[in-house]
């Protein structure tokens, strides 16, 4: 039956009384019946209403009814006053926020009071529990009274954010949620529901498209809107990335990516740069060496002009990163016979990687080594570093490479936290070189004597049985063409003229393979003869072109 109350000043008075006799659950009834009123929704002002109802869901802990009662208030205010959705939003959110700080101090202030002998360190009755249930006395109080403080607030987040979507009266309000609930994940550590949180938000912006016919309906053409799924997005990209939720981060990446394909308004340089910072972060998980250095290929672009932002040390320290993964990129492509089986798949994953970088073409090796080259990379890169580009790709030479590099792997890379994570891919790129170019001038070598030039230092030294490991995986992936023979402790080279696996670098090369003789045939015979068509027949040459 409705309340036959119907004026919002009635119906406070009404809901007092209930109040002070102690039937609370009554008087929430109560204002719920009112809000649903007709009459009600009609009057000049509910905001008092809703406030008061608001209070006593709070205090009752009564999630649904709570987001019952907001979904009618929005319905009431939307069209004339929307400013006070986001009046009562914030009261409701600072005082649930309040709840579970009181809280948490009560939990403190509890396990401190079952604490009987403080010289004591655990009585007998903690440690049964701890061994049967795996919680401390702390955990066990915080689930009895912070636990459903906070899942409640988190109910509340979730509440808002499905009243709140795809409304355009309250896009700026849904934002300001939406930052608040990644903040609520952030601040007490929940990976889980940061998880469903971003799954939720990723859903609402899909579901635009699909209700963009409906009256309030969001509009992504418009350049403000757009900003706002920007700035939200770029800060769940930041928060996933701090709590080290990769998959999440790489989620975020594509959220973000499409966003600004749709984007009419160009997104500014400080936005790009971080975006480019958290893709670094996210191949460097993801153990992708090639894309790792295009992406920081593409961060030093967008920040190498902006000297008023970042300091010549910052600009030196990615300079630093760009050489370095570049340098660790896999010098050797597997061969034809690897690369049929899992081809497919590669390449539909480097296409998506080079769309989110923004490249047209999928990078290469060579094309990472000429932009390092012909840009001013190299310029700003630490002169200590600046060597390991002439060692490693100009001069290279098996038989000093190892000593001539040690001195700056011990010193300025296994030494520094920012460039140790590069050393162990840059000795495999080494060892790779160096096995590829002995290959290139013996047919069989003792595997004593590959040990004794593969010499790294600390901590990057490898032993006999890593290096042989390291030979073997590499035959079995295409990459060499060998075997070894135990017997007499040697690696015999094939000459095998149609070896499909072929160098991803431009560096030193001792001399052609036999290999890379048959690759070159065809085409030296096509030039040689178009030389001498030209030279014999001048006239049918021209008349040609």
Not at 210 to 232: C, E, G, R, V
Not at 411 to 433: D, F, W
Not at 493 to 518: E, I, R
Request: charged share 20%; hydrophobic share 40%.
């Amino acid at each position: 039956m409705r309340a036959p109350f119907q004026r919002p000043e009635n119906v406070l008075k009404r809901t007092d009384e209930l109040i002070k006799v102690g039937q609370s659950v009554a008087a929430l009834d109560f204002l719920y019946d009112a809000l649903t009123s007709k009459r009600l929704a009609n009057a000049a002002s509910t905001e008092l209403v809703i406030l008061k109802f608001v209070e006593l869901t709070i205090e009752q802990r009564r999630g649904k009814q709570l987001k019952e009662g907001l979904t009618q208030y929005r319905n009431i205010v939307q069209h004339k006053n929307p400013e006070s959705m986001g009046k009562v939003v914030s009261v409701m959110l600072e005082v649930i926020t309040k709840n579970v700080v009181a809280a948490q101090q009560s939990a403190e202030r509890a396990t401190i009071g079952l604490i009987d002998d403080l010289e004591e360190t655990e009585s007998p009755e903690d440690m049964i529990l701890s061994s049967v249930s795996g919680e401390q006395t702390q955990d066990r109080t915080d689930r009895a009274l912070v636990t459903p403080w906070l899942k409640f607030l988190w109910e509340a987040y979730r509440s808002l954010l499905d009243i709140l979507r795809n409304n355009v009266r309250f896009e700026g309000l849904y934002q300001k949620v939406s930052n608040q609930a990644i903040d609520f994940c952030k601040t007490y550590e929940r990976k889980t529901e940061f998880r469903r949180l971003c799954e939720l938000l990723r859903n609402h912006l899909q579901a635009i498209g699909k209700y963009s016919h409906q009256q309030n309906a969001i509009n992504m053409s418009n350049a403000d809107t757009m900003q706002l799924f920007l700035d939200t997005h770029f800060h769940q990209l930041d928060t996933a990335t701090e709590m080290e939720l990769w998959q999440e981060s790489y989620r975020s990446i594509e959220d973000i990516h499409n966003l600004i394909q749709q984007s009419k308004r160009p997104v500014k340089p400080q936005a790009m740069a971080n975006y480019f910072e958290k893709l670094t972060r996210i191949m460097y998980v993801a153990k992708n060496p090639l894309f790792l250095a295009a992406a920081w290929h593409r961060y030093y672009n967008f920040i190498f002009r902006q000297t008023k932002v970042f300091t010549e040390a910052q600009l030196q320290e990615v300079a630093n990163n760009v050489l370095l993964s570049t340098l660790a990129v896999p010098i050797i492509k597997a061969s034809s016979q690897i690369l049929s089986s899992t081809g497919g798949k590669e390449k539909n994953r480097n296409q998506r990687f080079s769309n989110l970088l923004f490249l047209s073409t999928v990078p290469t090796r060579i094309s990472l080594i000429s932009d390092l080259v012909s840009g001013d990379i190299l310029g700003r890169v630490d002169p200590a570093l600046r060597p390991l580009y002439d060692l490693v790709e100009e001069q290279f030479h098996p038989l000093s490479i190892c000593r001539e590099i040690s001195p700056i792997l011990g010193a300025k890379i296994a030494g520094s936290e920012a460039n140790g994570k590069y050393g162990q891919l840059l000795c495999n790129v080494i060892l790779t070189r160096l096995v590829q170019q002995l290959s290139q001038v013996y047919t069989s070598v003792q595997l004593d004597f590959i040990v004794g030039l593969a010499q790294f230092p600390a901590p990057y030294t490898m032993s006999a049985a890593a290096i042989e490991r390291f030979i073997m995986h590499g035959a079995r992936r295409g990459e060499f063409q060998l075997r070894i023979d135990h017997q007499a402790r040697s690696v015999e080279f094939d000459t095998d003229a149609f070896d499909g696996a072929q160098s991803g670098g431009h560096g030193a090369q001792l001399q052609a393979s036999p290999a890379d003789l048959m690759r070159s045939q065809l085409s030296s015979v096509a030039v040689c003869l178009a030389n001498a068509q030209r030279v014999a027949c001048p006239a049918f040459v021209a008349g040609a072109h």
